[in-house]
């Protein structure tokens, strides 16, 4: 135990709402997440308007989604085990850099102006391969950084930070392409990460790990933790809604390029601007979410999140009028944080300790991988149908599902803080394939 009763790398933040900002190795990696964040919103920005003006395609959109998502889809289940095993601070400091250098290759492309369509997917590609490891690795570091009580905050405020971002990512992407063209966009996002690793490198004291390895093989360790998601049932409930969300609700990013020039008749800095309404949103819930005490009933929270987020996406896709839907983007970015920030807490919150990085390296698979495989169908079925109207159908699912599990899985509409499950529940990793223990089965309400 550190000062204070903490656990090494858990810092005692002091009372307050906005305690979890006093804790110095969260606020670094918060802060440095945001910096690199920009420059990922400014090459999404970038990028979509590249890709369209290349191929003049809603489909290629998806495509290049598409191509990052693939092993966004197959390798995060490896990635959680590696973040299990691995020091996390080594692991991602490896990843960033990496990502680094991937990035500025693609900016170099675009300076020298050879770029083409196949390199964009080829790059798109690595980034996800590299992500599928970097991403389970931050997710299982978030409880290491902060005490159990700052959990809820220290998510709301992490989910920020990249939706956060596109408040004023976005725009600059706007002004720095009109104003230097598309490479200088590439180039900063190549830069930011620069932000996270500097914030890796300046962290002290955070534990190595969770918990001990298990000594045993990777693919045994893989199958240990699908097991135990298979048999702890609320987990395995969130993961399938946070797939179900990320497919259909998700899409509608990677169509705003068609929205911007179709339907509102804008260019880049209103596509610039239409994206950062959304990080206005999900920023403005983020703080208030910081400073309200910590919400109970997390599970109602996020079942109302998502019915919400599906109406007001709805209703943007039936307007027609450029400044209205600017508003409902912000109030979509309002609706998305709350499910998004309630279903990771949970998640966290219930996951045992050795667990944690692989329960989560299925989150990403669900918000890296499906959500632009969600893209790519709602691209293909706006081709047939008409942009707003696939993307209203897709939207429409969501409420649909959310119902659905209000009814079916009871554990989560009545899921309240200090519902944990206890450290015993990995034993259902260790269980045969169909049995279970019926302690990592029971969801204690």
Request: net charge positive; hydrophobic share 55%; glycine share 10%.
């Amino acid at each position: 135990m550190g000062e204070n009763g903490q656990p090494p790398g858990r810092e005692a933040s002091g009372g307050g709402r906005l305690s979890v900002l006093r804790n110095r190795n969260f606020s670094l990696l918060w802060f440095g997440q945001i910096i690199s964040n920009s420059g990922a919103w400014m090459q999404i920005v970038a990028q979509g308007w590249l890709v369209y003006n290349l191929t003049d395609s809603p489909f290629y959109l998806g495509v290049v989604g598409m191509a990052r998502a693939i092993p966004m889809i197959v390798l995060p289940p490896m990635g959680g085990v590696i973040a299990d095993r691995m020091p996390r601070l080594k692991l991602l400091k490896v990843t960033q850099t990496t990502m680094f250098l991937n990035a500025l290759v693609l900016a170099g492309l675009v300076h020298t102006e050879t770029v083409q369509i196949w390199q964009i997917v080829l790059i798109a590609f690595l980034a996800g391969a590299l992500n599928s490891f970097d991403q389970p690795s931050r997710q299982a570091l978030l409880p290491d950084l902060v005490r159990r009580e700052d959990l809820a905050k220290a998510v709301a405020l992490y989910s920020s930070a990249w939706q956060g971002a596109s408040l004023f990512g976005p725009t600059l992407a706007g002004i720095t392409i009109a104003a230097v063209g598309l490479a200088g966009a590439f180039y900063a996002n190549a830069f930011g990460y620069f932000g996270v690793i500097a914030a890796l490198f300046l962290m002290r004291g955070v534990p190595e790990r969770s918990a001990e390895p298990s000594g045993k093989g990777l693919t045994d360790d893989l199958v240990a933790g699908l097991r135990y998601v298979r048999g702890t049932r609320l987990i395995l409930a969130l993961i399938l809604l946070s797939a179900a969300t990320n497919i259909f609700g998700r899409s509608y990013q990677q169509l705003l390029p068609v929205f911007a020039r179709d339907v509102f008749d804008e260019g880049s800095f209103g596509l610039g601007l239409m994206m950062s309404a959304p990080g206005a949103g999900t920023l403005a819930a983020a703080a208030a979410l910081a400073v309200l005490a910590d919400i109970q009933r997390k599970g109602v929270l996020f079942l109302a999140g998502m019915v919400m987020f599906s109406l007001t996406l709805v209703v943007f896709t039936l307007n027609r009028e450029f400044l209205p839907g600017i508003g409902l983007l912000f109030l979509v970015g309002v609706t998305s944080i709350l499910f998004s920030s309630m279903m990771t807490t949970m998640l966290q919150l219930r996951a045992a300790p050795e667990m944690r990085g692989r329960v989560m390296s299925l989150v990403t698979v669900t918000m890296q991988g499906l959500a632009p495989l969600g893209g790519l169908m709602t691209g293909s079925l706006a081709t047939a149908i008409g942009t707003p109207e696939a993307v209203a159908l897709s939207a429409a699912v969501v409420a649909l599902v959310a119902a659905l599990a209000a009814a079916a899985v009871p554990e989560i509409r009545d899921f309240r803080s200090g519902a944990e499950e206890p450290p015993e529940a990995a034993a259902a990793s260790a269980a045969p394939a169909g049995h279970a223990p019926a302690a990592a089965v029971r969801s204690r309400t």
